[in-house]
């Protein structure tokens, strides 16, 4: 039965709440070996609040862990799951959690699935998740190495754990260069105009033009899983069959390939505009108009113009 770890991260600001009844969610659901991984920087408060959750518990504390250090979290993270050969990595479905998840995934290599609703185990772990903003489910049996972000909720029946305090220390200070997520992914959802960015950009920061242009053109920013895992953009704004389908009056895919599961997700849009330098993208297949030529420049001339 695929091992299931939940990985939290937990400040000065202890939530009493929310990650104990996330675990008693996981209790609940699967029989097999559980365990949660904390990241933080008051072990002894994070003890107490585990102590009588029933799973086994590893703090890792480090006295100046700060939520801005993924770079060190993640290569923690990366030690811990790289040689495993079955894990279920369960992450809070906020913004966090999709940071970290999608992030660990593109460097484990591992199937990321963002915001699932219900998860259960029939032989492998299958996990539901709503088709767009509607109430239909989408099933999804999951690898055996696989992350997700979920909001499962349980009552705990106390039980007492075994805890465990590693000391780690933090070699990384160097921040990272994440574009924070600032609205829902409603406005996506809805948007008459979505201007999305593809690997092609080349960087976070390209992203920063784009969102420029977003702003001149009243759109929305969306992205290609290739980006989301990079941690350039937050996963909620991937494009695609693992996340959104939209459908707005005009698409702009700058620097993205074109593959298939990208594709499904963008392909009811009513005009599309591609940007690629390759000019046999499967992109420009779908593409009303097409530019073959560099991303980056395109976007700055828009923004210049308009
Ligand atoms: C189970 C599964 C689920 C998946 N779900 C999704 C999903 O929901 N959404 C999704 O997007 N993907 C998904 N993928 C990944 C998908 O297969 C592709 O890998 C991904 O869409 C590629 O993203 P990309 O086009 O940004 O990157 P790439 O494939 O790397 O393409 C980059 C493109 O940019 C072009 N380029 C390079 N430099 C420039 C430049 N300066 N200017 C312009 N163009 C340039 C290149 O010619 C290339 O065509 C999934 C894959 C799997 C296996």
């Known amino acids: 039965m695929t091992p299931i770890y939940y990985i939290q991260f937990e400040d000065k600001n202890i939530d009493e709440g929310n990650s104990i009844s996330t675990l008693a969610g996981i209790k609940n659901n699967f029989s097999g070996k559980k365990e949660a991984i904390v990241f933080s920087n ?37 030690e811990l799951f790289v040689n495993k050969k079955e894990y279920l990595v369960v992450l809070d479905n906020d913004n966090l959690g999709d940071s970290f998840g999608s992030r660990l995934a593109a460097l484990l290599g591992t199937v990321f699935v963002a915001d699932a609703q219900k998860f259960s185990e029939d032989n492998q772990v299958i996990v539901d998740k709503n088709i767009g903003e509607t109430q239909a489910f989408r099933r999804i049996p999951l690898e055996k190495k696989a992350i997700i972000t979920i909001a499962c909720n349980g009552v705990l029946k106390k039980e007492n754990s075994e805890i465990n305090i590693i000391d780690w220390k933090i070699k990384n200070k160097e921040n990272s260069t994440y574009i924070p997520e600032e ?8 948007a008459k105009i979505i201007v999305a960015g593809g690997k092609g950009l080349g960087s976070a920061e390209s992203f920063k033009p784009l969102k420029k242009l977003s702003g001149k053109l009243n759109a929305s920013v969306g992205a290609s899983k290739a980006v989301t895992d990079q941690g350039w953009v937050n996963s909620k704004r991937m494009i695609g069959i693992s996340n959104l389908t939209v459908s707005p009056d005009v698409y702009y895919a700058f620097g993205i390939s074109g593959a298939v599961q990208h ?34 420049l395109v976007i700055e001339q828009l923004n210049n113009l308009l």
């Open 263 to 296: 594709t499904i997700g963008m392909n009811k849009s009513k005009c599309i505009v591609a940007v690629n330098t390759d000019k046999s993208a499967p992109i420009f297949k779908l593409a009303d108009y097409g530019i073959v030529g560099d991303a980056n």
């Open 183 to 190: 609205n829902s992914t409603n406005d996506l959802a809805y």
């Open 42 to 78: 008051h072990a002894n408060e994070v003890k107490n609040k585990y102590a009588q959750s029933g799973i086994k518990t590893t703090i890792y504390q480090n006295n100046h862990y700060e939520l801005i250090d993924f770079a060190d979290v993640l290569s923690k993270l990366k």
